[in-house]
């Protein structure tokens, strides 16, 4: 978005129904196949409120990401601090099952799918996102978790557990 000037109500929801409707077309028709005016079309938007607000389509698909991945952080959290001073297994089944819930939704594993095709992008637009959003990674959780741990086996190897749960 513009972080020139302070969007108004009626902007902000425009540009949230450009968003809901950009992304039921990824789901459907998928990201490459998804043009500008079919979201247009359907949300009764303008070019310039895309070029305005996201700077492009891809700006718009990176937009959704970080809607998406927000959501999913917020979700995982809540549902560790459920049980903030629990066990490593409480702690470790609790996020466990919030992923459960997140990927075991079709939208997600679809949404996935277009993440991974962005994976090859030449121009690396997936790698930058992701380098500038580290903060929103739900492995954040653990990597608290692992530090406040009496445990000095778990804190030396914080960043090894990390990346085991980097990878599921």
């Avoid at 406040?148 to 190897?157: A, F, G, H, I, T």
Wanted: charged share 25%; net charge positive; proline share 1%.
């Amino acid at each position: 978005m513009n972080s020139n000037r302070i969007p108004s109500q009626k902007v902000l929801a425009r540009q949230e129904k450009i968003k809901a409707v950009a992304l039921e077309l990824f789901l459907t028709k998928g990201y490459q196949e998804t043009s500008l005016s079919d979201i247009i079309k359907l949300s009764g938007g303008s070019y310039s409120n895309i070029y305005d607000g996201f700077k492009s389509k891809e700006g718009l698909f990176f937009e959704i990401l970080d809607d998406i991945c927000k959501k999913h952080f917020h979700l995982i959290y809540s549902k560790t601090q459920e049980i903030e001073n629990g066990t490593l297994k409480e702690i470790l089944t609790s996020f466990g099952l919030a992923f459960i819930e997140i990927f075991n939704q079709p939208e997600a594993v679809a949404f996935g799918k277009i993440i991974y095709s962005q994976v090859y992008d030449k121009d690396r637009h997936l790698a930058n996102w992701i380098e500038n959003n580290q903060q929103n990674f739900s492995y954040n959780i653990l990597m608290d978790f692992f530090k406040q741990q009496n445990n000095s086996y778990m804190k030396k190897m914080q960043k090894n557990l990390l990346f085991f749960f980097a990878l599921c």
